[in-house]
């Protein structure tokens, strides 16, 4: 920290749902449409905290749990019907996001995104107007063929599944910062245990009741906990 008890920070890493976009309603849509696709009922609302922090593979494993024949149903209908841009206009994306990240990058710091979406992480990165924001995209695309290009300048990675910290691990390679120089923003005990095991400063975003370095409830809070350099 500086002399004002404020933190002296080179990259902010951002989860996607739930800190980027209020998703829930996208994702509720989305699990549902293959649930019923397997030949099951609507997801409880268990289910559905599941689904919203796991990737999609992971997700349709949990749907389906009880009834492997209902889970290869499921597998199939994913893979034959699914279109991530038809559930992705149901994003909402947080407010005042996109002024808080051209404050950091004016003040010369890095942000990234570390996310267990998939292949859907391009097409809200485009529909929404986020390439220019950040350094590096990190997915949890290893399960996933790689179809499209991103623009100049622009790169996603693939890395394990969070909790894992590999992705955070690829971040702070490639952009050359230090865990200890770094945040990451999320709003789950995967995003916590990810933070720690990567051995960067966690800020829980709506979510007071996890162990956390800060939390916020607004992204222009977190201006209050960065050194002005």
Same mark, same amino acid.
């Given at each position: 920290m500086d002399q004002r008890g404020k933190w002296d920070i080179e990259c902010v890493i951002y989860d996607c749902d739930g800190v980027l976009f209020d998703s829930f309603d996208a994702n509720t849509r989305l699990y549902n449409t293959i649930a019923e696709g397997g030949g099951r009922r609507p997801l409880d609302n268990d289910e559905l905290k599941f689904c919203h922090t796991h990737t999609v @593979?992971?997700? $349709? /494993?949990? $749907? @389906?749990?009880?009834? /492997?024949? /209902?889970?290869?149903r499921g597998v199939q209908f994913f893979k034959d019907h699914i279109d991530f841009r038809d559930f992705i206009v149901y994003l909402e994306m947080e407010p005042n996001l996109k002024e808080v990240l051209v404050i950091l990058r004016n003040r010369g710091i890095h942000t990234a995104i570390n996310t267990n979406r998939t292949t859907s992480m391009r097409h809200i990165m485009s529909r929404y107007g986020l390439w220019d924001f950040f350094d590096i995209v990190v997915t949890a695309e290893h399960q996933v063929k790689r179809d499209w290009d991103e623009?100049?300048?622009?790169? $996603?990675?693939q890395a394990r599944p969070k909790p894992d910290p590999e992705g955070v691990g690829k971040i702070l390679q490639a952009l050359d910062v230090r865990p200890e120089a770094t945040l990451y923003i999320g709003d789950s005990e995967i995003d916590m245990g990810t933070a720690r095991s990567a051995g960067v400063r966690f800020i829980a975003y709506k979510s007071s009741a996890m162990p956390a370095d800060a939390v916020i409830n607004d992204h222009r809070a977190l201006l209050d906990f960065l050194s002005d350099g």
């Open positions: @593979f992971e997700s $349709i /494993a949990h $749907i @389906f749990r009880n009834d /492997a024949g /209902a889970k290869e623009p100049d300048g622009r790169e $996603i990675l």
